[in-house]
């Protein structure tokens, strides 16, 4: 099975930062895309940033400039690095992974709190 597991979360004052990471449990490289996705309290699943094999990454307009997505493939590890943190950027932050056959799948690791703090 795929599995993928958060790690890296906690809290923070605004203007922090902090590091996320995703440990898979299969290679990066056999996902078609990988990705950092959050939700708030009474909202619904939201994408943060995105990353290809090739290195291709998409962000939120919310994030951009100050986190950044990034793999280690050797590792199977998959990282966000969170900078100048807000207070709005308080969530549960999933780890999600897509894999194709016949079909996508998603694969989602089971969150990891960010708390930000005024």
């Known amino acids: 099975q795929v599995q993928l597991v958060e790690s890296g979360g906690g809290l923070v004052q605004a203007g922090g930062s902090l590091r996320l990471s995703c440990a898979t449990s299969?290679?990066?490289?056999?996902?078609?895309?990988m990705g950092w996705y959050r939700q708030a309290p009474g909202k619904q699943r939201e994408l943060v940033a995105t990353?290809?094999?090739?290195?291709?990454?998409n962000y939120a307009d919310s994030v951009k400039g100050r986190f950044t997505i990034s793999s280690d493939n050797a590792k199977n590890t998959l990282y966000l690095q969170m900078n100048s943190l807000k207070s709005e950027d308080t969530a549960v932050y999933y780890c999600?992974?897509?894999?194709?056959?016949?079909?996508?799948?998603?694969?989602w690791g089971q969150g990891t709190q960010v708390t930000v703090s005024s």
């Open positions: 999600n992974g897509k894999l194709t056959s016949w079909r996508i799948y998603d694969y």
């Open positions: 299969r290679s990066i490289l056999s996902f078609e895309s």
């Open positions: 990353i290809t094999p090739g290195g291709r990454t």
